[in-house]
């Protein structure tokens, strides 16, 4: 079969993809940045698309030849209407081009809760566009389709799997509100079967199935199971204050930091479980309980390593522009004028030259401190950094180098700071 997976480059499609490959099938990845998508899967065919401004005409002409249709689009926060765009009209563009064209199956990933129990705006979003489906053929007759409404997927490349992963790994694991809240968690690997069952289904399907695991766990139970996983200690919990898992929330909504949201939160707070009878008749047996999943895909000192750095990923950037804004701000004149010329009179520099050195550095000082404040290209930004730090170095060594003596190492820091920027770039890598 050849079958399109919208959405590709994220956690489950990456999943999804070397599956199909290797059971024979022939995928086509889509989605916005074709770059990524070459990176991802080398030599896969291709083609790029916006589930935010594709319509029904954009799609056709793309559906051409292809047998099946798996959309795995989805956002983890509602940006300037996101929802509204991508999980409803973009998926329902997608759905009319495909009757319109015939293509004989669509399975479309939503989420539990996606009915009329939801109340966030991810799940009415998703709901819209699953009712559309079904309405479309609701028999399946020419167009055989599948919605899944899966409960909290782990495995490794998951936003929600790595934010779990960095409260289980912490000295004492953190508490996700009162650790009572319910999930149903399912590995990756058991929604993977699910979907390649279905795509090789023989008789018309044209139902909702939801995914989740053997038995309701408490989020306690999540975290104590992942952290076991990494090969920690168990240790006793501490309590986060919901008042501080809201303003996180917040800030994640706001800045667009991991998974947190105020929809995920409600989410969990919710609860997320469900009767899985249906998906193990269509499975042939329970998905595995989550210990068992993980245990087949052991933990190494990798995952160990992201689990711990993760929640310093942002503390050490903005610790990182706090020190190059302040250096900014006080040559702009906190620190007097006059000494900040006497330091630069030994390079040769005096009256106007001084003048340009002096608040041409302070202003680039500025510049990058800001950049990083606004996560605009860290990596750039700190190799720009590192660049501006070498050369204040060598020329303070060549011309100032009593410095390297200063008891309270104004110059030898400049080591220590720098092989923060190098890691704040590594752990950075992934937002350019």
């Not at 009319?96 to 669509?106: F, N, S, Y």
């Not at 168990?234 to 800030?251: D, I, N």
Request: charged share 20%; hydrophobic share 50%.
């Amino acid at each position: 079969m050849r079958i399109l997976i919208v959405g590709a480059g994220g956690f489950v499609g990456r999943h999804l993809l070397p599956r199909l490959t290797e059971g024979g099938d022939t995928p086509v990845a889509a989605g916005r940045d074709p770059r990524r998508l070459q990176r991802l899967f080398p030599g896969m065919d291709f083609l790029t698309c916006d589930m935010a401004r594709d319509t029904a005409e954009d799609w056709r002409p793309r559906l051409t030849g292809i047998d099946a249709v798996v959309n795995l689009a989805g956002l983890i926060r509602d940006g300037a209407g996101a929802f509204e765009a991508v999980h409803e009209r973009g998926a329902q563009a997608l759905f009319d081009a495909c009757l319109a064209v015939g293509v004989r199956r669509v399975i479309q990933l939503s989420a539990l809760g996606a009915d009329e129990t939801g109340t966030s705006r991810y799940h009415r979003s998703k709901k819209a566009a699953d009712d559309h489906l079904a309405a479309l053929d609701p028999t399946g007759q020419r167009l055989d389709w599948a919605i899944l409404r899966p409960s909290l997927i782990i495995g490794r490349g998951g936003a929600s799997t790595e934010m779990l992963c960095a409260l289980a790994a912490a000295p004492l694991p953190l508490r996700l509100g009162p650790g009572i809240w319910r999930v149903q968690p399912i590995h990756i690997d058991d929604v993977i079967d699910v979907i390649i069952r279905l795509l090789h289904h023989t008789p018309p399907f044209a139902r909702r199935l939801d995914l989740m695991g053997p038995e309701p766990m408490t989020t306690d139970g999540v975290t104590q199971t992942l952290r076991a996983w990494l090969g920690l200690r168990p240790a006793q919990f501490l309590p986060l204050p919901h008042a501080l898992l809201t303003l996180g929330a917040v800030l994640g909504d706001r800045f667009g930091l991991g998974p947190a949201s105020r929809d995920s939160l409600s989410m969990l707070a919710a609860g997320n479980v469900g009767d899985d009878g249906p998906m193990r008749a269509i499975l042939g047996r329970p998905a595995r309980a989550l210990p068992a999943a993980l245990a087949r895909h052991p933990a190494m000192a990798g995952d160990r390593w992201r689990a711990r750095l993760l929640p310093l990923t942002m503390p050490l950037r903005l610790l990182l522009a706090a020190i190059w804004i302040w250096t900014g701000t006080v040559s702009m004149g906190l620190y007097p004028v006059a000494d900040s010329y006497a330091l630069l009179a030994p390079l040769g520099l005096t009256g106007l030259s001084a003048t340009i050195a002096l608040y041409t550095g302070a202003v680039l000082d500025l510049l990058l401190g800001l950049a990083l404040l606004c996560r605009w290209r860290p990596v750039a930004v700190g190799a720009a950094q590192l660049v501006l730090m070498t050369g204040y170095t060598i020329l303070i060594s060549l011309y100032l180098p009593d410095l390297w003596l200063h008891p309270f190492g104004a110059i030898t820091k400049n080591l220590a700071v720098a092989g923060a920027t190098l890691a704040m770039m590594a752990m950075e890598a992934d937002n350019g």
